[in-house]
Structures are given as structure tokens and as C-alpha cells.
């Protein structure tokens, strides 16, 4: 990215933990946080944006008929910030193929399991049917499949025997918050990159898990 900094945009549809989180570190981790995006009105995570300062635009998904009009309403607002790297942070539609493959290798996600496990929703309840003794979080590339992409880096929490899925949840979301920004500071400095459907830091490819951050 050279001296400028990295210019993000980040999709929501909530809370926005991961939002705060990311602008928490953006100062010293070497990318902006240029503009918000979301698909729901009412996500908390538009005032996050607002109370630090942060532009945001709401494109409801409701108000569009088909898929594809929305995705071309999303794509123009994604361009209209002309950003490097589009981050989704809790951010609860599912792309089509075309606006995937624009961004392809600048765009993120972040998913609440330990990724190839669990894609889709109810991760922590699945994690705890299957009777998993670790659970986790998975930051990874964005491809065309379902939470599929290529993994970059993984945060493992241990389950104990009485969690709930709310207690899965809730420490998990704090393996989130440490897992995504760094992430994003790799990307930001030039060391992260997606080549040939391959997860690449510092020029190795990394493993098919991705690393392993544990705290
Ligand atoms: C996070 O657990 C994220 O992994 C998932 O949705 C949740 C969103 O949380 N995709 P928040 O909006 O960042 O609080």
C-alpha cells in the first residue's frame, strides 16, 4: 500500500463488535476506515459509525426485488468509495458471483467457527451438538462458496462441558475482535495477498487452516 494508508470499507447488519473493534485499531494498524455499509436500518453498528465520526449508508435489502439489484446498488456504493479492501464484519446477505469476483482478493469475512467446519448459521449451537472440544473463529478471502473461501487466520477458544451457545458465543466474539484487525493490518501493509486461490503472508502460502492466533 506504500505510504498511503489503506482505505476500508466495512458491511454490517448488527451489532457491530467487530466494526468497533476494527476502528478501535485502525489508528496505528495502518488503514482508514472510510465508510459504512449496511443492509438493516436498525443495525447498532450504524452508530458506532456515526459517533466516531464514520460516513455509513443503509441500502435495505428489502427495498430491492431481486438479488442482482441489490448487488449492483451495493456495488456502486462499494465504488463510489474507490476502496482497497471491503471488510464484512456481521454482515448477513449472501453476495452473488458478480460483485464477489470484482473484489476478488480485497474482499474479507469473518465467521464464527472454526472454518471448514460449520458454514452457514448456528455455529455455536453446531459446535456443541457435535460435542467439538474447541470452537473458534476464521477470517478468510471471499470467494463465490458459502463462507468457503481461501482461510487466512484462525482463534481457537477450548469448550467447556456446561457452555451454553450464548457463552460460546460471547468468547468468541473476543477471539473476533483480537483476529480481525490484525488481519486487516496485514492486508493493509502489503503482506497479505490472494494468489491462485491461495492465502499468501509474506510471500509463503499459508496453511489450508490458516495461522493459528491464540491470543
Ligand atoms: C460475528 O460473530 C461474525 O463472526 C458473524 O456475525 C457476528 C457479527 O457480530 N459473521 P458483530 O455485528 O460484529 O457484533
Known amino acids: ?94 453476495l452473488g458471483p458478480e460483485i464477489v469476483k470484482n473484489f476478488s482478493g480485497r474482499m474479507l469475512n469473518i465467521h464464527p467457527s472454526l472454518l471448514p467446519k460449520y458454514p452457514g448459521i448456528n455455529t455455536h449451537q453446531r459446535a456443541l451438538d457435535a460435542g467439538d472440544r474447541e470452537h473458534g473463529a476464521t477470517v478468510h478471502f471471499v470467494t463465490e462458496e458459502l463462507d468457503g473461501g481461501p482461510l487466512i487466520a484462525q482463534g481457537r477458544i477450548l469448550v467447556n462441558a456446561n457452555d451454553t451457545a450464548q457463552e460460546l458465543a460471547a468468547r468468541v466474539q473476543i477471539r473476533e475482535q483480537q483476529l480481525y484487525p490484525t488481519v486487516v493490518s496485514w492486508f493493509a501493509s502489503g503482506r497479505l495477498s490472494l494468489q491462485q486461490d491461495q492465502a499468501v503472508l509474506d510471500g509463503a502460502a499459508l496453511p489450508r487452516k490458516g495461522l493459528q492466533i491464540n491470543s
Open 1 to 94: 500500500m506504500g505510504d498511503q494508508q489503506c482505505c476500508v470499507v466495512v458491511l454490517i447488519s448488527g451489532n457491530g463488535n467487530n466494526l468497533q473493534a476494527l476502528i478501535d485499531a485502525s489508528s496505528n494498524s495502518g488503514y482508514t476506515i472510510s465508510h459504512v455499509i449496511s443492509n438493516n436500518p436498525d443495525a447498532f453498528g450504524l452508530e458506532r459509525a456515526q459517533r466516531c465520526g464514520i460516513a455509513s449508508t443503509v441500502l435495505n435489502h428489502r427495498d430491492f426485488g431481486t438479488r442482482c439489484e441489490f448487488d449492483s446498488a451495493l456495488q456502486q456504493a462499494i465504488d463510489d468509495q474507490s476502496p482497497d479492501l471491503v471488510v464484512l464484519a456481521g454482515f448477513m446477505r449472501i
